[in-house]
């Protein structure tokens, strides 16, 4: 009778390690490493840039795929430097960058050889992108991500189809397990040839969320081939087995604030999120919405304090040539991140959750704590025992800090305020 029992037990404990992930050592670290940096570059370009109106332009305009493929030979962006986008993602105190390698109208930014539609065999640049991108991340010091979207608006086995892409005039009846070989493959080509790759986000499962993805081999895949390289993925439900990090698309973890992430769960995974400078991911001509550096800083800062990554994206014209109100406010961030860049770096989400007021972060034995919508003089916090001293971050001007009951209060005069962050640095010592 006991037996029995204990050999259900063991039978029990087989069956959930088979669905049971675990991440290596090398894995581990690169998640605590991904948490220290915080600040990653996201980058939307593709063929897609040429009309300028955004990387969904194929599906809006209902373009078929023979139409579409007519943007390839328009792609020559002569203007590209990779090294001085890698550079501008380190002005701004980025230390990754996501880039597109494949979106969803299933454009290769690199030479796969596992179709004909990519930028080295259909356009007239004839240059691998990604390789470029690679060798100077590598050489400068800062780590890449590949986005990469499952969906497939172009690849005649991406079928059947999903919830968009149905104006593409591809003929029913494509083979969808060969739809994810390829898949698989070019995935193979991008762990393979371009050094190491820091992660892998995908995006648009949730075009078919029932189909069967066969995830864990795919996932696999890319922890065999590069153990360190973090999965993630767009797909706004609560993280699956073999993913590595949970993201939120324009939206602070668990905010909601997006119709589409309403069901989404703060799970135990590392956190991003990621948003627009203007309204566009890719290229858009006519999007003059922009973002101020001061609402970008404060978004970053917001992130860290609901322990989350920010991914801050531009869409570079198809030239190859980052347009100035982008470089402007990365230029910006940089400059603030040089200064307070410590109150970011390498922390965690603090002791008091966030606020409306801002948020706090922590590192070993210091709190920040950031105000960044707050008018007045003292401001009340749920109490925190032990301050050693209190100080403004980084100019060191003493704070003053009183314990009353349940609260601990920090007094900064006005003209003590920044506009931008107001941080306060507390030592607890120990
Ligand atoms: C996706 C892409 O479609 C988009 O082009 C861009 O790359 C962005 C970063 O990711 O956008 C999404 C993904 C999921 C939903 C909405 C937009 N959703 O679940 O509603």
């Not at 499962?205 to 189909?211: E, Y």
């Not at 993925?233 to 949970?246: C, I, M, V």
């Not at 007094?411 to 030592?427: G, H, Q, Y």
Request: net charge negative; charged share 20%.
């Amino acid at each position: 009778m006991r037996m029995n029992s204990v050999a259900l037990l063991v039978a029990l404990a087989g069956a959930v390690q088979a669905q049971t992930y675990t991440p290596t050592a090398e894995n581990l670290a690169a998640r605590q490493w991904f948490e220290d940096n915080r600040f990653g570059m996201f980058i939307h370009w593709g063929v897609y840039s040429v009309l300028g109106d955004g990387e969904w332009v194929m599906n809006n305009r209902k373009m078929s795929v023979a139409e579409y493929e007519k943007l390839a030979p328009q792609f020559d962006p002569v203007k590209f430097n990779a090294a001085a986008w890698v550079a501008l993602a380190k002005s701004a105190g980025m230390r990754y960058i996501t880039f597109t390698t494949k979106h969803h109208d299933g454009f290769a930014m690199w030479g796969t050889k596992q179709s004909k539609w990519n930028i080295v065999d259909a356009t007239p640049y004839h240059k691998d992108v990604v390789k470029m991108l690679a060798d100077e991340c590598h050489r400068q010091g800062i780590k890449l991500f590949v986005y990469h979207s499952q969906l497939d608006w172009h690849n005649p086995d991406y079928f059947p189809l999903g919830q968009t892409g149905h104006s593409s005039g591809r003929p029913p009846g494509g083979d969808f397990n060969k739809y994810l070989d390829y898949m698989d493959a070019q995935l193979r080509e991008l762990l393979t040839g371009y050094g190491p790759i820091a992660g892998v986000w995908f995006d648009g499962m949730w075009d078919k969320p029932n189909a069967d993805w066969q995830l864990e081999r795919t996932y696999s895949l890319i922890h065999s081939l590069q153990p360190a390289a973090l999965v993630g993925s767009n797909h706004h439900r609560a993280p699956f087995p073999g993913e590595d990090f949970q993201m939120f698309e324009k939206d602070l973890p668990g905010q909601h604030t997006q119709e589409f992430s309403s069901t989404s769960v703060v799970g135990s995974l590392p956190l991003e999120t990621c948003d627009t400078i203007n309204r566009s991911w890719g290229y858009n001509s006519k999007d003059n919405h922009y973002k101020s550096s001061r609402e970008l800083i404060q978004y970053l800062v917001r992130a860290a304090g609901n322990d989350a990554n920010f991914l801050l994206n531009i869409g570079p014209r198809p030239d190859g040539t980052i347009q100035p109100e982008f470089v402007e406010r990365l230029h910006a961030m940089g400059a603030w991140l040089q200064n307070n860049g410590d109150s970011v770096y390498g922390t965690r989400g603090g002791p008091v959750t966030p606020r409306n007021w801002g948020v706090t972060t922590r590192k070993g034995n210091k709190v920040y704590v950031h105000l960044l919508d707050w008018q007045d003089e003292v401001l009340a916090l749920p109490k925190i025992d032990g301050i050693r001293s209190a100080r403004l971050f980084p100019a060191g001007a003493t704070v003053e800090t009183q314990q009353v009951g349940g609260a601990t209060l920090l007094r900064i005069p006005a003209a003590e305020r920044d506009p931008v962050d107001t941080i306060v640095e507390l030592d607890l010592g120990g």
